[in-house]
């Protein structure tokens, strides 16, 4: 990136060349960059510029390997509590204790939960007695935007928020929000949003009629449903074809109005016998391809790993299917969230413990749930120590960066946030 990009704005340092200068502020951490915006205007001016921001979230993305997300409920006080876990440059077989990640939006529900994380923006839904809220959130630089309420939400009655996504897309250079609502009248109907930070609106997608129902684990609420993978939103459908109930794939390009349908792999063939059939399929997000994998054991709407699993991946442009991997079985190990960076997921094994009193009686049952990295090439695990979680699980990957939420709030700690959130009574 030239210099010249950037006009006066490196002049506040005469000694060196502006590709330097750029160059060395691009490798700080934002918490650095922040402090030096008080230092000059042409310093502040600069770390602003979206070519100095487009710059420092390359550089960072190309060197440093994205920190994890990880949300559950505290084990003791059953908070929702976010931990942080720094980036993975060497393989451990333990992780040092996560770092608690502050959420500044007060208490909420248990339903509360990370939406996506994309190129440092964090996309939370957050739920309490007044309704739902959603809001794009920067931790590094301390700002966030409340989502507004939908236009669309009033003419359709009380509504349940079926399943979000959030992404980035590259080709309008914006940040969307996709979310599917299920009117409450009907168990058949449901309507597609999308939501873009650049106009602060939400926009209703037209749909056919065909998809009749979405299939999320709604028992899990933190569990990902919807997976948004280089601008593209996917979710699973059951349709009716040739007069059978049959699983479907539903894809929606984040900047289109139209709806596109994938078949799942043939190996299983999208015909629907049980419902829960349609629930173990899953979607994950397997280092920026979508990941499908689908579990055989109807007795649990969990997805267990006793019994292995084999992975397929999508052909974006023949929109064809793969078998990309075969993870061999693991016995008594419940895959919690989706896939992280470098082909890890993350899985729990619960541990319960019977507890009796002096006399021998029975009083209660101790459990206590540990978390591994499971890197599903190498089949290696790496336990994550001290995290005072409890399920349900999510886990996204972070990369700290300058990205700013236009017309952003900055947060202070001594400021109630909750007054600024736009909570909608009708989404529950």
């Excluded at 600069?46 to 487009?54: E, G, R, T, V, Y």
């Excluded at 994890?68 to 931990?83: D, N, Q, Y």
């Excluded at 997805?303 to 699993?309: A, E, L």
């Excluded at 693991?330 to 919690?336: K, M, P, T």
């Amino acid at each position: 990136m030239n210099s010249d990009q950037f006009g006066q704005e490196t002049m506040f340092c005469p000694f060196l060349p502006g590709d330097i200068v750029i160059d060395i502020l691009s490798r700080l951490p934002v918490k650095s960059l922040s402090r030096f915006k008080s230092l000059s205007k042409p310093l502040c001016s600069l770390i602003k510029n979206p070519n100095f921001i487009s710059k420092h979230l390359a550089k960072n993305a190309q060197e440093k390997p994205p920190d994890l997300l990880i949300m559950g409920r505290h084990h003791k006080s059953l908070e929702v509590t976010v931990r942080l876990i720094n980036s993975l440059t060497k393989p451990r077989h333990f992780i040092p204790q996560p770092l608690h990640f502050d959420v500044p939006f007060g208490l909420t529900s248990q339903k509360t939960r990370i939406v996506g994380s994309s190129n440092g923006l964090v996309c939370l839904n957050l739920i309490n007695h007044n309704g739902a809220a959603i809001v794009i959130w920067n931790p590094a630089i301390k700002t966030f935007k409340p989502v507004p309420k939908s236009p669309n939400v009033s003419t359709l009655g009380k509504l349940t928020v079926t399943d979000l996504g959030f992404g980035y897309h590259p080709g309008t250079d914006d940040y969307m929000i996709v979310r599917l609502l299920n009117v409450a009248t009907s168990r058949r109907k449901y309507e597609v949003e999308v939501y873009t930070l650049s106009t602060h609106s939400w926009r209703k997608i037209a749909s056919d009629g065909r998809v009749l129902l979405v299939i999320r684990p709604f028992w899990k609420p933190m569990a990902p449903g919807m997976i948004v993978v280089k601008g593209v939103a996917y979710w699973i459908g059951v349709e009716v074809r040739n007069e059978e109930m049959c699983s479907v794939v539903v894809s929606l390009e984040m900047n289109s109005d139209e709806l596109n349908f994938i078949l799942p792999p043939i190996e299983h063939h999208g015909i629907v016998v049980d419902l829960r059939e349609a629930i173990t399929l899953r979607l994950f997000n397997l280092n920026e391809s979508l990941a499908l994998i689908y579990s055989t054991n109807l007795e649990k709407v969990d997805i267990w790993m006793n019994n292995g699993f084999d992975i397929c991946v999508l052909n974006e442009e023949l929109r064809t299917w793969s078998r990309r991997l075969k993870v061999e079985p693991i016995q008594g190990f419940l895959l919690e969230a989706g896939f992280w960076e470098n082909s890890k997921a993350l899985v729990a094994q619960e541990r319960k413990e019977m507890c009796y009193d002096e006399n021998g009686e029975y009083v209660y049952t101790k459990s206590e749930t540990n978390l591994f990295l499971y890197g599903v090439i190498k089949g290696d695990f790496e336990i994550i120590e001290n995290h005072d979680l409890r399920a349900p699980f999510q886990a996204y990957s972070y990369l700290e960066s300058l990205v700013p939420v236009n017309g952003g709030i900055d947060v202070a700690k001594e400021i109630d946030l909750s007054k600024f959130l736009d909570f909608d009574p009708l989404l529950f």
